[in-house]
DNA sequence: TTAGCAAATGTTAGCGCATACATTTGCCCT
DNA sequence: AGGGCAAATGTATGCGCTAACATTTGCTAA
């Protein structure tokens, strides 16, 4: 008890007793153990992220944030990948709350309706992030992939006379990808055109994906004059297929992708595309669940974080 | 105590009673608390992975790697970003201990003493990943950055007459850095050749670091014929910049990386670069670790997960 | 019918910590 | 010198689980 209260109130403690104390923590290599103190606490210092997977930059800096905001207050990131399954999300989420994880961070908003039962059966702190869900579980740190999108493509449409195709990745278990595809059908039904299904493809979310998507699009006699890629890495892959096969962009096809990774500003032609605060996701993130550890509900608890498009060379 | 049973022996339970027991477990809601359990069987099954940043495919992949091996097991990744920094490093190993964590993968070789005597006095299974230590502190699972970046390099001198260049990140505190370019010096000087400083940057891991150091490259007066670089992102970054101020790659300047991510396969011109297999060095240092967390101490705890070199159009 | 015994179920204790309460120490003041 | 009191230190208890041991149940066989 003694080394308790050194520990936790050493002002508690005689200066005396408390170098003893400490000298003898030193020579034993005494660690106080976290487990048992998560027991009597009902706290663990622990927040889960799940997450897709994490071989994806965008992803990953939404880690990242949330990695160091909390590192400032001792809390510790345990990750589990769903590998875009809802279902695995849910075993994930099954499995964090029996470690008693203090908040859980989802990406994205397509939880299955056991997966949103458990966590609201257990009250604890989450947050969604990635994008805005109709009806939050609970905090919400993201952007509107529809609006996002949608602005993109109205943007496309005026430069590219109405004639715009897309590539995204798996909608399945996907809002993200599900809602750029719908900003996308959205802004053409906005002006007016109808969406052409062959003009909508559907490939892996991979720059080979995206080189195999545009060949596909390019091949059809009567091909699109710009797409809209469902990411970047899709849209990069796009655009280097296009310079192999020896194709202009933009002047023979204009490509324009989502999430503004390093390479859109680095590669030639310049990537146009939507600018995500990737990294500050994750910081408002943690921030939202760390008020709510405190006790304080934040003010606002969905934060729409906003975007920009980023208009450059290859659209 | 029935509960218990009927949860992990439930043959030892009579049916009838087995019946009752899960049906109120489901009407209440009840959820083993892995806390509870974890002190008193000394295991959490948790595994801890200090990583320098999430913000980076390679590292990213070998942590997706870990994540789904462990995943079998029931085991969950706690995740600690270091930033490049063994201080913070030991200070994330500090934590992890305290949480009683089974064990503890390190990214690279460069941890403080103090560090090591750490996780030597606890015990527990540690996989050093991503480089092969000289003296280990436990299990290892990657490839020698100094033999691979070396190899690549021999291939370069052959190829550009011995005038190689050199773009690295910060060496300090990371060893795949440090024996990257030590791989390069060797070879350098194995081919009886005398490292010119002038040759040798340093700047910051991102595209934009690449640029900003094959530009300065380019404009010394005694400019090399060939580049090699620490990654294939700073590689990479380098291309695009001199795609930008109209040089051609390779044949004013060849350009080498490090790392095979996904885009130097697909960019153009395709990047040359030592190929490892970062997927699968996640994949053996989890199991490493679950074999020793099994018992069986691994026959060869050290393993050498080997690279290759891809030669593509670059250099 | 009942002793005997295995199977089923129940009870105790302890993992390491921290809250609440109990006891001891040390010092001041009369 | 000794009572009184605050500060310092110590003890008991329980968090939820499970290993180990204790008791009860239910069935078999004489």
Redesign the interface.
């Known amino acids: 008890m003694t080394v308790t209260r050194v520990l936790h109130a050493p002002e508690k403690v005689t200066p005396a007793t408390r170098e003893r104390v400490l000298r003898i923590i030193e020579a034993v ?1 005494y ?6 103190r ?2 009597t606490s009902a706290r ?1 210092g ?1 927040v889960a992220a799940v997450v897709p ?5 965008l992803i ?2 939404v ?2 944030g949330m ?2 905001t909390f ?1 400032r207050h ?1 809390r ?6 769903s ?1 875009f399954s809802s279902q695995t999300e849910e075993e994930i989420v ?7 994880v203090d908040a859980i961070y989802l990406t994205g908003t397509s939880q299955t309706p056991e997966t949103i039962r458990m966590l609201r ?1 257990a009250g604890l702190p989450v947050v969604q992030g990635g994008n805005i869900p109709e009806t939050p579980i609970d905090m919400v740190a993201g952007t509107s992939n529809t609006i996002a999108s949608r602005a993109l493509v109205e943007g496309l449409i005026k430069r590219y006379r109405g004639e715009i195709g897309y590539i995204g990745h798996d909608p399945v278990d996907n809002d993200r990808a599900r809602d750029r595809k719908r900003g996308y059908i959205a802004a053409l039904e906005a002006a007016g055109l109808q969406p052409q299904p062959g003009w909508m493809l559907e490939r892996p979310l ?3 994906g995206g ?1 195999d998507g545009i060949m596909a699009l390019l091949a059809q006699p009567d091909r699109p004059r710009a797409v809209f890629c469902g990411t970047d890495v899709i849209a ?2 796009a655009i ?2 296009c ?2 096969a020896g194709l202009r962009v933009p002047d023979d096809i204009a490509i324009a992708g989502y999430d503004d990774l ?2 859109a500003g ?3 032609p310049s990537l146009t595309t939507v600018r995500i605060p990737r990294f500050d996701i994750g910081v408002r993130a943690a921030e939202l669940i760390d008020m709510a550890l405190a006790g304080e509900r934040p003010v606002e608890p969905v934060a729409d974080m906003g975007f920009q498009i980023m208009w450059r060379d290859s659209a």
Chains 1, 2 share one sequence.
């Open positions: 290599g660690v106080p153990d976290l487990v048992a998560s027991l663990t622990v997977t994490l071989s994806n930059s990953a800096e880690t990242q990695s160091q590192a001792g510790q990131l345990m990750i589990g990948a590998n099954r499995s964090f709350l029996a470690r008693r059966a991979s720059m080979a080189a990069t892959g280097f297929a310079l192999r390093e390479i680095q590669m030639t």
